[in-house]
């Protein structure tokens, strides 16, 4: 019987904790850790990332401690309106068709789309410079609205790929001029290897909320008091710079929305 | 998004128009009929010289079917896409680099190619079964070799190859959805699309699907009438 005491003891300790814990006001955040750098598992099993230390920074400023609760990503906002947890801050874009089913915080960080081209081509993300050129970008992305919406109809010839490293593969043999995904995914998987040395970002982060979102927020129940605190403690660490502290950490830039 | 919504928005982008080229059932179509045509304009050549006596004819042409049947038709897509364009000559030759830039004219190849090989074995087949008689009539008639093949041997062999080949017309239809490895913009291409938008893959599929079916559909029948008109000689007799 002495697993049984054990057990017995092991839940009743937690409840304590979870009572202590109660009293000190938590605050539970909901996320699917597989999506690095910005949320996922170290080896030893303990939550990281970017959206994991911008949580822990909103938690401190709002002094009450951060509880996260794990959920498949498709899963977040039912389960944000069971009350499962009280906000998702999962790197969720904020989108028209989400904000029908819950309200969200101002965007905390965009992240950017960018064009890249050869160095020294003097192309620029603009319909009056790729007039007549080429730019590839991957299928089903929202980037590939972007141009099919933007620059398709502009004289710009918008090739789309089945997979992104097709299109490094196509720009390197010069089938295409230019070629848009997120800046991040371009130096990870491009600029920063051998085969990207002669390509560079051209030109600033495109931006357009219709298709490209107005970037990334916490998600919280519509009309919940507490997202007035949240907000608040968002807009503080914005304005004193952590937040694009932070960024510049994991990035090497500042992708916080200003 | 229900399905009514679904074909209301998207019906274009299905059957001809993405908005800013051509897409969907009209690219595949295309693709189908262009690389059909050339098939089997090459396969007719290659099947009289395979069936030749002379061995310089016939080992190439047994080569290039082996290659060409013995190997996937995506890769074979790949490495005339992705393959031959990084080869630097490649790009250097003005016509060459012309060429293989456009990725429409890699997958044309590419189908054209493999169709041919496949084509060119049925014609083979069909050639072997022509009764010897036929062709030793034909020879004591005096006809030449060119006349031979003309008059007894290819209309015989092509209407007895009928059957087969629509199987293999069926077969390149459905090849052609993976035309998209080459940024054609192809009927299941459009699908994904619609996937990507609305998070509905049965539906997105499902019309790809149907699309699929009613041109299958059209060509069995089409062959059907072909074959009635063309094989009655084979039909059983007594009706």
Redesign the interface.
């Given at each position: 019987m002495n697993w049984k005491m054990a057990f017995c003891a092991g839940a009743s300790a937690l409840v304590c904790v979870m009572g202590a814990a109660h009293a000190q006001d938590t605050f539970k955040m909901g996320l699917e850790a597989t999506y690095p750098p910005f949320e996922s598992k170290s080896g030893d099993g303990k939550l990281q990332g970017f959206d994991v230390d911008i949580g822990n920074m909103i938690c401190e400023r709002m002094k009450v401690k951060c509880v996260y609760v794990e959920n498949s990503f498709d899963g977040l906002i039912p389960a944000l309106q069971a009350r499962k947890f009280d906000a998702i801050n999962s790197a969720m874009n904020i989108t028209a068709k989400r904000k029908q089913a819950i309200d969200f915080t101002s965007p905390v960080y965009i992240v950017p789309i960018q064009m890249v081209a050869k160095r020294g081509s003097s192309l620029m993300p603009t319909t009056a410079s790729l007039k007549g050129k080429t730019v590839g970008v991957l299928?089903?992305?929202s980037q590939e609205?972007y141009l099919?919406k933007h620059w398709?109809?502009a004289g710009v010839k918008?090739?789309?790929?089945?997979d992104q490293d097709?299109v490094y593969?196509?720009l390197v043999?010069?089938?295409i001029d230019a070629a848009v995904q997120e800046s991040q995914t371009a130096m990870d998987g491009f600029l920063s290897k051998p085969a990207g040395k002669d390509f560079d970002y051209a030109g600033a982060p495109l931006s357009d909320p219709e298709t490209l979102g107005e970037g990334t927020g916490l998600g919280m129940r519509k009309g919940d008091p507490q997202r007035a605190r949240v907000q608040a403690a968002i807009d503080s660490l914005k304005k004193d710079g952590s937040f694009s502290k932070l960024s510049m950490k994991y990035f090497k830039r500042d992708i916080i929305a200003k | 998004m229900t399905v009514i919504e679904t074909l209301q928005t998207y019906w274009q982008a299905y059957l001809y128009n993405?908005?800013?080229q051509m897409s969907g059932l009209a690219m595949t179509l295309w693709l189908l009929v262009l690389s059909l045509a050339i098939g089997f304009a090459m396969a007719l050549v290659l099947a009289t010289a395979r069936v030749s006596q002379y061995k310089a004819l016939s080992i190439p042409v047994r080569l290039y079917s082996y290659v060409f049947r013995g190997t996937p038709l995506y890769v074979q897509l790949l490495l005339i896409y992705?393959g031959i364009?990084?080869i630097t000559f490649v790009?250097k030759t003005e016509l060459l680099g012309m060429f293989f830039?456009n990725?429409f004219n890699c997958a044309v190849l590419a189908f054209a190619l493999n169709t041919c090989a496949y084509t060119t074995e049925i014609f083979v087949g069909a050639i072997r079964n022509i009764p010897y008689g036929e062709v030793e009539a034909a020879r004591a008639f005096g006809m030449s070799w060119f006349t031979l093949y003309r008059r007894i041997i290819l209309p015989s062999a092509l209407r007895r190859a009928l059957p087969m080949y629509s199987n293999e017309v069926i077969l390149m239809l459905h090849a052609t959805s993976i035309a998209?490895?080459a940024?054609v913009?192809d009927l299941l291409?459009v699908a994904?699309?619609v996937?990507?938008?609305t998070y509905q893959p049965f539906t997105a599929f499902g019309i790809a699907a149907v699309l699929y079916l009613v041109v299958s559909f059209v060509l069995v029948y089409l062959f059907r009438i072909a074959e009635r008109k063309w094989l009655a000689f084979q039909a059983p007799a007594g009706r």
């Open positions: 299928q089903g992305s609205d099919k398709a109809t918008v090739t789309s790929y089945q097709q593969a196509d043999a010069g089938r | 993405d908005g800013s992705s364009y990084g790009q830039c990725g998209f490895a940024t913009p291409k994904r699309d996937n990507a938008a």
